[in-house]
């Protein structure tokens, strides 16, 4: 009867209602749907209205890094670092801009490919301008795009580009080719079916849009877009008068969601709007957060850890003004000022520091600070959270005594209410678990959590010091199985004879890490994986590398990549004499200096020991040729 339904828009982000409109309860709506299933809607009204939409601008190094993070998954680093590469070969022009504009010679240029590819009608009537939104734009080159008086189409540099690299190239030529396109032309079909329920009027409605003339969407249309063709939206031809029946109708509830976290596109884009940064900076700052782990990826999202909070909280109270956004941005403002010429740089440092709130007088102000405070969020009146040298963990007050209580390493600040800590608080321990008998002796196996990490140990009441074995750094208390008890708890493992010394080469796990051993020789692996993959061959040839004085602690490895499916072996990133490099066990592959060890993809630390395996000349899991050196003897 003329009274709209209540939907999203109806309610604030409290969930107040803010519009006037009617709320149904689900048993309300799913009372109507039953009455409504069967009966017969007459199409009241259908009308068509046109519409168009324009082409993008041109890239900027922000709109740059958002699309390709949204397109092709690359992180704001790697974009930048791609384009980078793009940008010296010559494909495109100057990747650092804040500039949508094209020069005279790449409208031409644009508007020439889109002639040759889509004819004469589609481009635009005129070439289309574009200026910087952003009010600190500076706008000193012009926006990204392929290089020359004419674009050497993608499908040209197939032979010459490969992987990410040919795919930012695309996207870069396909979005400035668009630009100079002309306006995509549109029509929404909006109809309106009525019925009758408990003598009321039921009014309906279903839009679908259809493209009339592609236009720029012919070559480019932005993330969000894709897969949400118009066409395929597109409503059956209806005339005011005819009737449907209803076979199927539904009721579902329906609840509004908190914003988004941010993803690495999205914050690029929030640094923007708020005056933050620069191109050149946008990559460097996201990096930071997350090297620094203040936030861990999780899929695209960019999830906060509890030591930003720490970090927030200590610099809002003591230098709030620094790390207030009107600040930061005014401060971009000046430095553009300073290089304008219109502020001198000298004068403004002087006041930034020695001035009467510069930073000086606002650290011997600050007195000394209480780490204590500054580390401990409240939960509940029985509860705190603190942030420790070794992560986050609820501390708990039972009896006057002090009880720590740690939080699982995937559980976001925003997943610890009240209720989840209280749930964690009162689990029963992990600890001294059982989880099985061990076949031979017929103990029981349990897990503890002792001083020197978590381990396992046999239920031996007449033996005062019973079998143990330490976890592997993989694994956890609470998580732990059965199955790897037992292959823990079987260790040494044997894996074979040496044929030269007739001496038993075993596999273990020691204080320092795991190990070989061979008679007194020790000598260490790279992988805890390893004591139970190694076979003879390899353990040998481990064995005829030199030995630098005694046994060598094993590094803690900087980062596991999993299984190569070319070799089988567990593959690792460690630090060597000349840098980061990863290894299977066997081969070592450097990590080029330019790619990030937290942003190396798993198929990437594959590739780099492929690559370095065909230079070897060895095939996977082949151990390479040990190569004589050649000493000059001494006269």
Known sequence: DGQKLAGTKSFDSKGVLVQEALVL??????????????????????????????????????????????????????????????????HITYMRTDSPSLSVQ??????????????????????????????????????IRPSGE?????????????????????????????SQMADAKLSTTTAKLQTEVDSKVAEFSASGTVVLFKGFMAVYQEAQEEGKEPESAKLPALEVGATIKIDEIASKDHSTS??????????????????????STYAAIISTIITKGY???????????????????????????LVDYAFTAKMESDLDRIALGELDRSGWLKNFYFGETGLQSTVEGLGESDPRSINTFEISEDINLRTGKFGPYLEVMENEERRIVNIPADLSPDELTETKAIELVNAPPASDRVLGQEPESGLDIIVKDGRYGPYLTLVDEGNPKPRTASLFKTMAVDTVTYEDALKLMSLPRVIGVDPETETEITAQNGKFGPYLKRGTDSRSLDTEEQIFSLDLASALEIYKQPKYGGRRTAATPLREFGEDPASKLNVVAKTGQFGTYVSDGIVNATVPADEPLDELANDRAFELLAIRREKLGVEPGETPKTQKKTTRKKR
């Open 25 to 90: 309860t689900p048993q309300e709506a799913a009372g109507y749907a039953a009455k409504l299933k069967g009966q017969t809607l007459k199409v009241s009204a259908v009308e068509a209205k046109p519409s168009t939409r324009k082409p993008y601008a041109p890239f900027t190094t922000s709109t740059l890094q958002q699309e390709a993070s949204k397109k092709l998954g690359m992180s704001a680093k790697q974009a930048m670092d791609t384009a980078q590469m793009l940008y010296q070969d010559g």
């Open 106 to 143: 790449a409208s031409s240029a644009a508007i020439a490919a889109a002639k040759e590819l889509f004819g004469a009608e589609s481009v635009a009537s005129a070439p289309r301008m574009y200026g910087a939104k952003s009010k600190n734009a500076q706008e000193a080159h012009e926006a």
């Open 150 to 178: 004419k674009f050497v189409h993608p499908d040209d540099l197939k032979k010459v580009l490969q992987g990410k690299s040919q795919l930012l190239y695309e996207l870069i030529w396909r979005r400035t080719v668009a």
């Open 258 to 279: 908190p914003p988004a976290r941010y993803t690495e596109a999205s914050l690029v884009k929030a640094l923007e709007e708020q005056g933050i940064g620069r191109p």
């Open 295 to 321: 936030v861990v990826k999780r899929g695209s999202a960019l999830v906060p850890e509890w030591i930003a909070f720490t970090v927030t909280r200590f610099l809002e109270d003591n230098f709030g003004d």
